[in-house]
């Protein structure tokens, strides 16, 4: 059965999910993924670096939910509004798995989650005013940012951190399907320019909740 929300309803559904994602207060629907082999020891330093590394990943789930969500409010197409609370919703897994790692490290959130979050959310509003296909394009130019982002995290995180590895790569398998069923969806390309100035942003987002 379809349940149908008013503009209200939405309203404060996404005033809920943004006040549960900056206070880190997130449930999985699926399990944390797990390694097949159980992680080294890790020193003093390898738990510090991975601990970044994770936190940074974290930061980059919460502006997920945050552009979501100012999606699925500035649509008017129910399907599409769909299409966006779904993937919110699987985001959610990221970020409580992300958190959960970053605990079992040692570490701490980023301080900055409330400006990641604004930023972000406005930005997905600006997208969604636009149109459609530009929401859509947006997210696929994302996903595949973040793609890159992943892989680069492979690279850097320690090799004996199956664990916090476990989660990247599901990581990276959703955010990869996400880009194709936004493609699919009716997303275009988006100019070069605005790609360039996303990866620059991006740059300065990762870059900074590294060390806060």
């Known amino acids: 059965m379809t349940i149908h929300h008013s503009a209200l309803d939405r309203l404060l559904m996404t005033a809920d999910n943004a006040l549960r994602t900056v206070l880190g207060v997130h449930g999985a629907s699926r399990p944390c993924p797990q390694p097949l082999t159980e992680s080294a020891v890790l020193d003093d330093a390898q738990k510090r670096e991975a601990a970044a590394l994770m936190r940074v990943n974290h930061v980059g789930e919460v502006c997920a939910q945050a552009l979501y969500n100012a999606q699925a409010l500035s649509t008017r197409d129910p399907a599409l509004r769909e299409h966006f609370e779904a993937a919110a919703r699987e985001e959610t897994d990221h970020l409580a798995w992300t958190k959960?790692?970053?605990?079992?490290?040692?570490?701490?959130?980023?301080?900055?989650?409330?400006?990641?979050?604004?930023?972000?959310?406005?930005?997905?509003?600006?997208?969604?005013?636009?149109?459609?296909?530009?929401?859509?394009?947006?997210?696929?130019?994302?996903?595949?940012?973040?793609?890159?982002?992943?892989?680069?995290?492979?690279?850097?995180?320690?090799?004996?951190?199956?664990?916090?590895?476990?989660i990247v790569r599901q990581m990276r398998d959703d955010e990869v399907r996400h880009a194709k069923d936004a493609e699919r969806a009716g997303g275009i390309e988006l100019p070069a320019?605005?790609?360039?100035?996303?990866?620059?942003?991006?740059?300065?987002?990762t870059t900074t909740a590294h060390y806060i």
């Open 100 to 166: 959960q790692r970053v605990d079992e490290l040692g570490g701490r959130l980023s301080l900055l989650n409330p400006l990641w979050y604004a930023g972000a959310f406005a930005i997905g509003l600006a997208a969604g005013r636009v149109g459609d296909r530009v929401s859509l394009g947006f997210v696929v130019e994302t996903e595949r940012q973040v793609e890159q982002h992943l892989d680069s995290h492979l690279e850097k995180l320690p090799e004996g951190d199956t664990a916090s590895r476990a």
């Open 193 to 205: 320019p605005v790609r360039g100035l996303m990866r620059a942003a991006a740059k300065v987002m």
